[in-house]
């Protein structure tokens, strides 16, 4: 994530769940699973499912070092119209470890590869004006948070913290998405 917001074509979070839902789908398919659970293993989907299955896309995890000179102190960077995500080596491997923050970073960036994949590289700065769903950075955090804690099992929870860990996410995930949910009448 850059900090950097780009205005791009509405997205609702209904529309932004249903794409996350469907990606979740794909994965099981792909997979050769024949159900979905709770917990999205992004690390093993990115690694291996895509790169076997989805032509064009590269991971790259780059040096603490590589990544700065780069990209400055972020975490990870998208480009889309290239299918290219960079992860910094200390973000990776703590997503491998399971920590929540990181994989949600991870689910971020999934955000930006197919959500904002057909936008190209003609870019307009997000400024006060626009909406949030029109930011390129709610977007991608939002289909992260879809990703990771998904709606279909969210019943499953009777608080934030029992949806921290049956997701295996931070809290502050967990609680982020767990108001969408109860605005959305879910929990």
């Known amino acids: 994530m850059s900090g950097l917001s780009y205005e791009v074509p509405p997205l609702s979070r209904l529309n932004i769940r249903k794409t996350a839902r469907k990606l979740r789908q794909i994965a099981c398919e792909l997979e050769g699973r024949t ?6 293993d992004i690390v093993r989907f990115m690694d291996l499912t895509l790169a076997k299955h989805y032509d064009g ?3 790259e995890v780059l040096s603490i070092a590589d990544m700065r000179s780069q990209h400055g102190e972020a975490h990870a960077m998208t480009f889309p119209p290239d299918q290219l995500i960079q ?6 491997e703590r997503a491998e470890a399971g920590h929540g923050r990181d994989r949600l970073t991870l689910g971020h960036e999934l955000g930006h590869l197919f959500l904002h994949g057909k936008l190209g590289y003609a870019r307009k700065m997000a400024d006060g004006n626009v909406k949030p769903y029109r930011h390129s950075e709610w977007q991608a955090d939002a289909f992260g948070g879809e990703l990771l804690v998904a709606a279909d099992f969210i019943r499953r929870c009777g608080s934030p913290t ?3 860990i049956l997701f295996r996410v931070s809290q502050s995930a967990a609680l982020t998405q767990w108001r969408a949910f109860q605005r959305d009448g879910l929990v």
Do not use: K
């Open 35 to 40: 159900s979905d659970s709770p917990y999205f």
């Open 57 to 59: 896309y590269t991971l």
């Open 87 to 92: 992860v910094r080596e200390d973000i990776w």
């Open 162 to 164: 029992d949806a921290a």
